[in-house]
């Protein structure tokens, strides 16, 4: 009995328990295959160009990319360097159905590049499959690391302006979609780092590529293997021949920290050859042939004090989010792993690292003026230029600054009260170039007129506060930037600035000989206690500066400072922000976006950038020095 009612039991359930499935049809596109066949850089003039691979690689093969196997470009040994700009990347692609096998499928899909940016130009975003095989382009930029190409049977991803459709998307097909979906092989590039995602793509200083980017520079030992920097070799020391640049571990140095967040240089960052040809307006090159930085810093915006670092300390890795802010690329959303403590060590270790990143310091060929008497309007502020990359190289890295001189006036030009100061930009009136208003073009009647003809003057030293040093009080009050002013071309053993030699001039006074006599002069454009032989330079305006407080007495080098475009009114670089001593930061103010770029030719004619008396007598050509009383 006991057996009937078990085996009654085992059959009951077992017919509980049987159902069917229904497994489907195996037709209909199921994949795709994706096979790119050729990759090329997109230039600013839409031409293609070979992309270059990492120079570790090109040395195993000669000196040149097209000297590296095309079968071995973008392998995980031989990386794609990371573009300033778009890639064009040709594709051939095949529908498969749900077994894998070929399909005749007709109609359009989509593509996807990942990591990266597809083009706004849709054309260059989907293709259309006959009998089930196609060839198709796309183009994406902000590609980096291991990278795929997907095709994908979905609408396409519209583009948005103005509230609305950017552009004209292709229709959608009407049997609807099937979301199927294929992708590439890996295409391997360069890891990010933060010259990588620093420098500016073409010629306009004011964001970087990698905008809305989540990025991570760097890698930690237990992730597999530390990231190598991969530099190419260059000739450094000017004796013609090109120096070895092994490669080095991705060392980031915190050289200094804010309430709210720090400040990170890549010290092992690749030196930047200087750009000199006509697209880049170059007013005088470095006579090093490189910039004076390497993109290779960063402010990490974190909220609050980042508790646990000093500057000194080492990271592993950075993540976060690339944003800009004011036209400064900060690092939002961070996270970070951490190398080395340097307050764990004795105190005569804390700055062993600092000591391997000396502060880069300011002179007037950096912030941008022709290497000629005649002065331009942006002459009065460093670094006023989009196309300036000898300022941006250096941006939120360690600088420092000779004989600077502090305001003597401080000036509230917020009239109407509402806690801001309009910008203001180099433009043209009548064919003369000025400051102004930024909107372009320009409206009939300035709204902030007042107020902006306020701040023109005080940051720029004209109106009534010719030879004065006048900072913009809401500017200082809201953000703790003021103008300083550099110290004027001429001799360096005066205390000027020597980097620009066709700026000085000599002056004949008499044909009568004289004894050769000290003769003082006051420092920088107008400091104190300065004293040189024989002829005097021609003088134009003062350079001038914003930067957050400091301790450095007019006179004395303001070192350790943190070069960074700050929030200013008047989008004026040369302004300094935030941090406090030998922290305090040195930034270059905002550009506001419709700010113009100085034409190379005829732009001269009328400026009011400096400054141009002079004395002169008629003579033999004899230079003599001017009496003690005289003025320039």
């Known amino acids: ?85 778009q890639v ?54 902000h590609v980096y690391g291991e990278v795929r190409v997907w095709a994908v049977d979905e609408p396409i991803e519209l583009h948005y302006t103005d509230a609305g459709v950017a552009g004209t998307p292709p229709p959608e097909p009407d049997g609807g979609r099937s979301y ?128 646990g670092l000093d500057p000194g300390d080492l990271l592993w890795t950075l993540s976060g989010s690339i944003q800009e802010f004011t036209s400064t690329t900060q690092l939002t959303f961070p996270s970070w792993t951490v190398r080395e403590r340097v307050r764990e060590l004795p105190p005569e270790q804390w700055n062993k690292y600092l000591d391997l990143n000396p502060p880069v310091e300011i002179n007037l060929r950096h912030c941008g003026l ?54 203001f930009c180099e433009t043209t009136v009548n064919g003369e170039w000025v400051w102004a208003g930024c909107a372009f073009p320009a409206p009939a009647v300035d709204p902030d007129l007042e107020e902006r003809t306020c701040n023109i003057q005080c940051t720029n030293g004209a109106g009534p506060y010719l030879n004065t040093v006048c900072t913009e009080k809401a500017q200082f009050t809201n953000f703790g930037q003021f103008v300083v002013e550099l110290p004027g071309p001429g001799p360096r053993e005066a205390g000027l600035d020597d980097t620009l030699i066709n700026r000085r001039q000599e002056v004949l006074l008499s044909d009568t000989s004289s004894k050769e006599a000290l003769l003082g002069l006051r420092g920088g454009c107008r400091g104190e206690h300065l004293v040189r032989r024989g002829h005097l330079p021609a003088r134009g305006r ?44 040195l930034h270059r103010g905002a550009q506001h976006p419709y700010a113009r770029a100085p034409h190379d030719e005829g732009r001269r004619a009328g400026a009011e950038g400096g400054l141009r008396r002079e004395q002169h007598r008629r003579g033999s050509g004899q230079a003599v020095p001017l009496p003690a009383r005289s003025h320039l």
């Open 88 to 141: 064009e990347l040709l594709l051939d692609v095949t529908a498969l159905d749900k077994t894998g096998k070929p399909f005749d499928f007709n109609g359009p899909v989509t593509f996807k590049v990942v990591p990266g940016d597809l083009s706004n130009d849709y054309s260059y975003t989907w293709m259309t499959l006959a009998r089930g095989r196609g060839n198709g382009k796309v183009r994406a930029e």
């Open 370 to 423: 022709d290497n000629t008497m005649a002065p331009f309007v942006t002459d009065t502020t460093c670094g006023h230029n989009r196309r300036n990359m000898k300022m941006e190289s250096l941006e939120s890295g360690l600088v420092k600054l000779r004989r600077v001189r502090f305001p003597q006036t401080f000036k509230n030009c917020d009239f109407n009260g509402d806690g801001s100061v309009p910008f």
């Open 180 to 307: 199927a979906a294929g992708s590439s092989e890996p295409l391997f590039f360069q890891e990010p780092t933060l010259s990588a995602v620093q420098s500016p793509q073409g010629y306009d200083n004011r964001s970087s590529p990698f905008v809305g980017q989540f990025v991570t520079i760097g890698r930690a030992p237990e992730s597999g293997s530390v990231l190598y920097q991969n530099c190419p070799d260059l000739d450094l020391n000017g004796d013609g021949q090109p120096d070895p640049q092994p490669a080095k571990p991705v060392t980031l140095l915190v050289t200094g920290t804010d309430p709210s967040g720090f400040f990170v240089t890549d010290i092992t960052a690749c030196p930047v050859r200087e750009d000199t040809s006509s697209a880049a307006q170059v007013r005088a090159p470095e006579p090093s042939g490189f910039l004076p930085g390497s993109f290779g810093s960063m402010f990490v915006y974190n909220y609050s004090f980042p508790e």
């Open 542 to 585: 003062c350079q001038r500066h914003r930067r957050q407080h400091g301790r450095a007495a007019a006179g004395q080098d303001a070192q350790g400072r943190h070069l960074q475009r700050g929030r200013g009114h008047g989008g004026l670089p040369g302004r300094a922000v935030g941090g406090g001593d030998p922290g305090a930061a």
């Open 1 to 85: 009995m006991k057996k009937q009612w078990l085996l009654l039991a085992a059959t009951a359930a077992s017919l509980s328990g049987c159902f069917s499935v229904d497994s489907g049809t195996t037709q209909g596109v199921g994949s795709f295959r994706v096979v790119v066949q050729s990759i090329s850089a997109v230039s600013a003039s839409g031409s293609l160009q070979p992309l270059e691979v990492v120079p570790s690689c090109i040395k195993l093969y000669g000196t040149r990319t097209d000297q590296v196997p095309a079968n071995l470009r973008g392998t995980a040994d031989c990386r794609y360097v990371v573009p300033n700009g």
